[in-house]
């Protein structure tokens, strides 16, 4: 088979495997998701949501095709990566289903809070730990250019990924229950939701 065919074939094959699966697989983890354990949150998750993240996030998508310009040996060295970071994060995203709730997109705004909420309704927030995106950014960074140009602009290309990823509240970012915030409130009477609650109420009081 001729480096062109094994290319297209493999592609095609990809293509048809990915995302019919990983949709299969967000269906059964939306409905049976877990609140996730403490060290899954961090202070990332306390930044605010960058509308222009969107843009460098969707790059993935034409991006994971960069290795249809490599040689034979890379080329096969990606998609046996990609399909081994494939498999590793549908395993996880069955036994570890973790998902988000999306910060509100205003219903008018400029092109980049526009192509935010698209984002958002297209990519669902399921299937996000570990990130496939990341994954596979980290394969495409491992298979950088030699050259000095080539490898600086791959790197960039990847931590800005990774920072869009975080930015736009796509990867890592658990959703609580509301049975589990009560449940650790009244464990912990003076803790932080409690706290926010009685500043809550202050703040009313004051109006």
């Excluded at 306390?46 to 034979?72: E, K």
Aim: net charge positive.
């Amino acid at each position: 088979m001729s480096l062109r065919a094994e290319k297209a074939v493999v592609s095609l094959a990809l293509a048809a495997l990915l995302h019919p699966t990983f949709q299969a697989v967000a269906a059964v983890a939306s409905a049976r998701y877990v609140p996730p354990p403490a060290w899954l949150v961090t202070a990332l998750d306390q930044l605010p949501a960058v509308p222009a993240g969107a843009w460098v996030y969707l790059s993935w998508y034409p991006a994971t095709a960069a290795v249809l310009f490599a040689g034979r040996e890379t080329f096969r060295r990606a998609y046996l990566a990609y399909m081994l970071a494939f498999a590793v994060c549908i395993a996880s995203h069955l036994l570890f289903p973790v998902t988000i709730t999306p910060p509100a997109v205003p219903a008018e705004g400029g092109l980049s809070l526009r192509l935010l909420a698209w984002v958002y309704a297209a990519d669902r927030p399921i299937n996000l730990f570990p990130s496939f995106h990341a994954a596979v950014a980290a394969i495409l960074w491992r298979l950088r250019p030699a050259s000095r140009f080539g490898s600086a602009a791959v790197s960039a290309w990847t931590v800005a990924l990774c920072a869009a990823c975080v930015l736009t509240k796509q990867p890592l970012r658990p959703r609580r229950g509301r049975g589990a915030r009560r449940r650790r409130d009244r464990r912990h009477p003076g803790g932080r939701g409690a706290k926010r609650c009685r500043l809550h109420r202050a703040l009313d009081s004051c109006r």
